[in-house]
């Protein structure tokens, strides 16, 4: 117990909700003034997503404020990091995105979604002025989803990185991002590795059982999706 009568394990549980909070409504903010300064020149899809994302972080505050079992269910995997990627280039970062749609994943789409934009921040923050790349694979029944940038890469790259309070020797920030990132990922059958990006960088893997729910046609096994950058 510590100075105020709370329990330490209160104490992490209350520094991780005012965390993912904390990301939830910067996620919103930045949504938000994106449709305000770049709405006439966004195309209209786009600000369907963007209005999409913010419907989805509110979402998530809600359940948060709200605790219920989390729903997991079959999802366009390009379509539910769409807002991420969006929300990011808004910020000034280049985020090349050869996710093709048709690549349909299990999980909690919020949930996935609030972890891709956490690595796309963390590369914003750690990597700039780096372009982050986005891209899939499927093998093995499996679909994983790799964000890699091109910045100095990240000291003692490992599992350590996702304990938490775990973070590199200049970061000044919590060290929960990881944590709870890889955290939402193991609460739906998935996972969050990281490791150095070929030429430099970092380069972290999101992997999800894969679901044939909306394909057209199965891969075959170990193929990978053809490069479509938008």
């Known amino acids: 117990m510590d100075r105020t009568g709370v329990c330490g394990n209160g104490t992490d549980e209350l520094l991780e909700r005012d965390h993912e909070l904390r990301a939830s409504m910067f996620g919103i903010e930045a949504a938000a ?3 305000n300064e770049q709405r006439d020149r966004m195309p209209s899809s786009d ?7 913010i419907a989805s972080e509110a979402r998530r505050l809600r359940l948060m404020l709200e605790p219920r079992a989390k729903e997991l269910t079959s ?3 390009a379509e539910a990091i769409r807002p991420a990627i969006l929300i990011t280039r808004s910020l000034g970062v280049v985020v090349h995105d050869a996710v093709p749609t048709g690549m349909w994943v ?3 789409r919020d949930d996935v979604a609030e ?3 956490a690595l796309l921040d963390n590369a914003r923050v750690h990597a700039a002025p780096s372009a982050v790349d986005v891209r899939a694979t499927l093998r093995d029944g499996m679909t994983t989803l ?3 940038d091109r910045g100095p890469g990240i000291t003692g790259i490992g ?3 996702f304990k938490r309070g775990g973070r590199g020797p200049q970061s000044s920030g919590s060290g929960l991002g990881l944590f709870i990132a890889r955290r939402l990922m193991i609460g739906q059958a998935g996972s969050l590795t990281v490791d150095g990006r070929p030429g ?3 380069s972290f893997a999101v992997s999800l059982p894969s679901s044939l729910f909306g394909l057209s046609e199965r891969l075959p096994r170990g193929a990978r999706q053809p490069a479509v950058v938008r």
């Open 159 to 161: 599992q350590p990185m």
């Open 146 to 148: 790799c964000v890699e």
């Open 47 to 53: 600000v369907d997503q963007l209005v999409l994302a």
């Open 115 to 117: 972890v891709v934009f």
């Open 106 to 108: 299990q999980g909690c």
């Open 75 to 77: 999802f366009d995997l």
């Open 200 to 202: 430099g960088g970092t």
């Open 33 to 35: 003034l994106a449709l």
